[in-house]
């Protein structure tokens, strides 16, 4: 018979393994110590059984390094702080757990690579003739020759050739391929040599992720034969060759991530030269980053395309701010969309709301929605709660919004319309009353088990009356209006509250001068 801990489950032990991984303290974080995990918290979880070894390994594992640069920037926290990994590729071949590895993480120098140093490094005794076909992304990080004198290397492309042919070998079964730096500062000398590599990388490639503009990566891009499910671009406007490659691969792409500072260039994703709209029929993720500067965002002119460019999109973020003055994403899509993350400034949140964003039933599918409201007039973003939803979690659904004073209304008739099929509502900061709000209590889901929305003020009837609606609610959060009628204090309400409500026998507690808290409890219970 199984025991106990085997019969835990897996989504349950992932975040176990997390915990003893990632939130044992910052001390020893990976966010402090470059690639540095603070492995003795998960020693003990090895020893539990076959099944709990076999997935701490595999998320330790998950992602190896393979670093030939003594002076790679990535690496020198580690190196600095006299740190080791056991997550470098020789480690994790040597013991043996290359077999749990699914992406391989390479720091080069270009020099290296001209001189063939990197290519004997791949051919040496320890890796001759291995192959590692678990490895399914690779992330490419070149550091930039600095020794004028090596440049006579960059002449011959042949040692690019060789280099992307021992890749190959060494992962025949990578299908992604991000290069999230290329920091080549004279690279239109030896042109030849960096499009040679990155060709040679990018061959055959479905998904293809790039951080930063660079001219040799566009010209690489905008001739690659192969068909690109996944992309992610930086610097697109005004580089045509990349804005090229995005509507040349329209037809293939299932996720797509572009960043720029001008919504001109999302504009141009969307709408060919002659005006008229493209279509990508298969796009299930896209991410658009507009980050606008905060002194120049008054004098940002939002695009208004038109069509239906994504009619299959299911998850949706534009962070830090939407792009268009109109619901063009959102059209199409309303029965699939099931994740939004949008920031958005009070120009764009009209625009929104006349487009019809906030109608009632418009997105049934929808069980994540954060909408963040940008301050035209001040220096700050707004800050992020701290007890954020995780859209990666997918046993709940939950919704969020964080507002711009003058706005409360809008935004609190917005998340509540987008949020029928919520299970958890929050919402922070200001303050608006429920009877601003033009929505009935049959409009409010009622799947909802947490509402927290302590920026709006009910009075004791309405909190009353919006519990009786929410069947499914276990813990409510909200501000308390008092008015001329009702001046009472809050053990009071807690017994009228008990004297009305004795049908459903709810458990009313005071946690706050502020909001109050109601965990309700449908079978029995005493104030």
Known sequence: MASVAQQI??????????????????????????????????????????????LVLGTVYCEVYWCNDPECSLCAGCRRNGCSSLRTFADALGSGHLVFARTAKIHCRIEDIASGAAIDTLRNAAFAGLAVPGVRSLEFHFSSITDRSKFILLNETAP???????????????????VSDLAFQYWHYHEAFIKRLLSGLFAGIPSVHTIGAYPALDKVLSVNPTSIRSLSVGGVWPTEPKIELIRRHSETLEYLCVSDDTPEAFRDILVRHDGRPIEYPRVRTL????????????????????????????????IPEYPFANDILFRGNEDRLEVVRIHVT???????????????????????????????????????????YDSDDSDSSFISAYHYEGYESDMAQLIFSMGQNARIIK??????????VQ??????????????????????????????????LTHFGASLTLSATIWVSYPACCLISKHIMTSSTRLLRVLSRYSVIFPVSRTSGHI
């Open 427 to 436: 919402s922070t900061n200001y303050f608006t009353d429920f009877s601003s």
């Open 160 to 178: 690019a050739v060789l280099f992307c042919d021992e890749i190959r070998r060494m992962f025949p079964g990578a299908h992604s391929v991000a």
């Open 287 to 318: 991410i658009l980053d507009l980050d606008t500067l905060m002194y120049t965002r008054k004098q940002v002119v939002y695009q208004s395309p038109e069509g239906t460019p994504f009619p299959s999109l299911q998850h949706l973020v534009c």
């Open 439 to 472: 929505l009935r209590y049959s409009d409010i889901g009622r799947y909802i088990k947490v509402l927290d929305m302590r920026f709006i003020g009910f009075t004791l009837g309405q909190q009353l009356e919006l519990i009786k609606h929410l069947t499914c």
């Open 9 to 54: 489950p897996s989504i349950i032990l992932e975040k176990v393994i997390d915990y003893a991984l990632y939130a044992t303290g910052t001390a020893e974080s990976p966010y402090h110590h470059c690639i540095c995990f603070p492995y003795r918290h998960a020693v003990l979880l090895l020893g539990v059984c076959r099944w709990w070894r076999s």
């Open 346 to 388: 009070p120009p764009v949140i009209r625009a929104l709301t006349r487009d019809g964003i906030a109608r009632i039933g418009r997105f049934p599918a929808l069980h994540f929605a954060e909408v963040t409201m940008l301050d035209t007039d001040s220096d700050d973003y707004m800050q992020l709660d701290p007890d954020g």
